[in-house]
């Protein structure tokens, strides 16, 4: 303490007690996130790495789990995740657009749709299934097919792409706006080549959100019929399934080996979606920009 | 006005000599010829009026300035030439600014047609986030323009006395520049369109003293193939590059609430700044002003 210079002064016992403690409570709140995420990762690993072969990516599901596949689920996860792709952020950034380029804030309707929106994030995902049940498999007579559950999924992710389109559309400064009109560009102008390029990466962030949200869901899948047997390969008319429903299957099995095989299935899952994710990071990378 | 008589000893602040070299000499400024005529211009912000009853005219290959203190609207009647107001929902333009005999705020007149004719320069320099080239190139493209793009882009950046400095890494991001060089990039932008009238809002002060005279040397050239009006609150810009220069002030309500912008002076910008003919605008140019 005496080595303090008296010029300088000290703060007192409890800052920096509060300081440390703060701190330690930073520490603690990502250790608890990583360390369960890592318990996890290894688990996974360490019992599905031996079953992660060939005939695990090819054949089809079978009664015994050395010739068990996720062939079939594989591709239903990785169609719809492309149809939900191609459905949901045309929607989504279309609405964002929408609601900050073009809706005038003081009319009722704008603001009910606004509402609705932040409110359908947080309906509950077996609720959509029930919606895709009644309107999209019954009511429109798509029948349980991969389109059904593609398009469910698809209103499922809708208020984050929206969201998170919304965030980086607003957050194109208004001078790069001003600067585009001040030339003599149309509205149309302005937005196709100024506002969407630039808030291209905040786009991108949020459809990765939209996709590892939407690739583990389960229960709406399974309200719109995707089988947990499914032989042949997916189409887009066809029934389904997908992996989670394959992997939720398998873990429901009694025999050990087919848990085994859940865990490879699970390293598939992750593997798709950090090749999606990549294709994302690559394409915001590619249009970062700073102000 | 001569210029003999246009350097009393009293106005303290601004340089004499700068006003009598830079004066409109009568024997070789072309005769006036009126570009804008603005009448009984009154801008609201909703209810409240931001600017009240404002006419004037703007001549053509003149440097025109609006000098006044904060709030004055000045910022907000400039915007009104390429109906940049338009953009503020709560915007409320009432009165005429014919430009060419034709009233900008008619019915038939289409504001994205405007701001083709009539270019802005912005207070802080506002690059897209593309390279130098695409700035420069972004007008001609959505305006079709005919003729290949590289000659216009050269063209623009040679106007705004740009070129040699970025000529050799054209590619670059436009934000890689410097603030002063962003800003002639802006005005390079804005020229490659070949608008009749340019537009800006104080757009030096944002800069350093260096890049200030840059593009103040620049209007100067430029005035002979463009028109210009500028909003600035630094006198002694006014003073060096207008010809005509108008002075606004604040209008307080009687309750205090509500502050308009009003006109007070418009005249030639060595009588401005010599001999005034209100005792408001002697107040602001000799620095007196409250």
Wanted: glycine letters at 8%; proline letters at 6%.
């Amino acid at each position: 303490m005496s080595a303090v210079p008296a010029i300088l002064g000290r703060r007192s016992t409890g800052e920096r007690v509060r300081g440390g403690a703060f701190y330690a409570l930073l520490v603690f709140s990502i250790s608890v996130g990583f360390l369960l995420l890592g318990t996890l990762l290894v688990d996974v690993f360490r019992k599905g790495v031996p079953f992660l072969d060939w005939v695990l990516l090819n054949n089809p599901p079978s009664a015994s789990p050395e010739k068990a596949g996720a062939r079939p689920a594989i591709l239903g996860t990785i169609y719809m995740m492309g149809l939900l792709l191609l459905m949901a952020v045309p929607v989504g950034v279309g609405t964002a657009l929408y609601l900050e380029e073009y809706a005038d804030r003081e009319r009722w309707y704008n603001r009910v749709l606004e509402i609705n929106i932040q409110n359908l994030a947080a309906v509950p995902s077996i609720v959509y299934g029930i919606l895709g049940l009644a309107f999209l498999v019954r009511g429109l007579g798509l029948g349980r097919v991969l389109l059904a559950g593609a398009m469910i999924l698809t209103l499922l992710v809708l208020p984050i792409v929206i969201v998170s389109s919304r965030e980086a559309i607003r957050a194109v400064p208004d001078s790069i706006r001003q600067g585009a009109y001040a030339l003599g560009a149309t509205q149309w102008q302005v937005i196709s080549r100024q506002v969407l390029p630039a808030a291209i990466p905040g786009i991108a962030t949020g459809s990765i959100l939209a996709l590892a949200r939407a690739i583990g869901e389960t229960a709406p899948l399974l309200l719109v019929g995707a089988l947990t047997y499914v032989a042949i390969d997916p189409t887009i008319l066809g029934q389904f399934t997908a992996l989670p429903i394959q992997i939720f299957q398998w873990i429901a099995r009694p025999q050990d080996d087919f848990k085994l095989l859940a865990a490879a299935g699970i390293i598939v899952l992750l593997a798709i979606l950090l090749v999606m994710n990549a294709g994302a990071i690559w394409l915001r990378n590619r249009y970062q920009r700073r102000w | 006005m001569t210029v003999t008589d246009a350097a009393p000893a009293k106005i303290t602040g601004i340089d004499p000599n700068v006003l009598v070299e830079r004066s409109p000499r009568a024997d070789d400024r072309p005769s006036r010829e009126a570009l804008f005529s603005v009448q009984d211009l009154t801008v609201r912000y909703g209810a409240v009026p931001a600017l009240a009853d404002v006419s004037l005219e703007i001549y053509r290959n003149y440097v025109t300035a609006f000098i006044g203190p904060s709030g004055c609207g000045k910022s907000t009647f400039i915007r009104c030439f390429n109906r940049m107001n338009d953009l503020i929902p709560s915007a409320v333009v009432e009165g005429t600014i014919l430009y060419h005999g034709l009233d900008l705020y008619g019915h038939e007149v289409d504001p994205v047609e405007v701001r083709k004719r009539i270019g802005m320069v912005f207070q802080k320099p506002n690059p897209f986030p593309k390279t130098i080239f695409d700035n420069v190139a972004f007008g001609p493209r959505i305006l079709s323009m005919d003729g290949p793009v590289e000659e216009r882009v050269e063209k623009a950046l040679r106007e705004a006395a740009l070129w040699d400095e970025v000529k050799d890494r054209l590619k670059a991001s436009a934000l890689s520049l410097s603030g002063g060089q962003q800003q002639r990039l802006c005005i390079a932008r804005c020229l490659a369109v070949e608008p009749d009238v340019i537009l800006m809002d104080e757009p030096a002060s944002a800069l350093d003293p260096i890049s200030t005279t840059a593009i103040e040397d620049l209007m100067h050239r430029l005035k002979r193939e463009y028109t210009i009006v500028i909003v600035t609150h630094n006198m002694q810009q006014a003073a060096r590059v207008a010809d005509m220069t108008a002075f606004f002030s604040v209008r307080v309500s009687e309750d205090g609430k509500q502050r308009t912008g009003v006109l007070i002076e418009y005249d030639e910008t060595p009588t401005i700044f010599t001999k005034p003919n209100d005792k408001r605008t002697e107040d602001y140019v000799t620095g007196r002003f409250g």
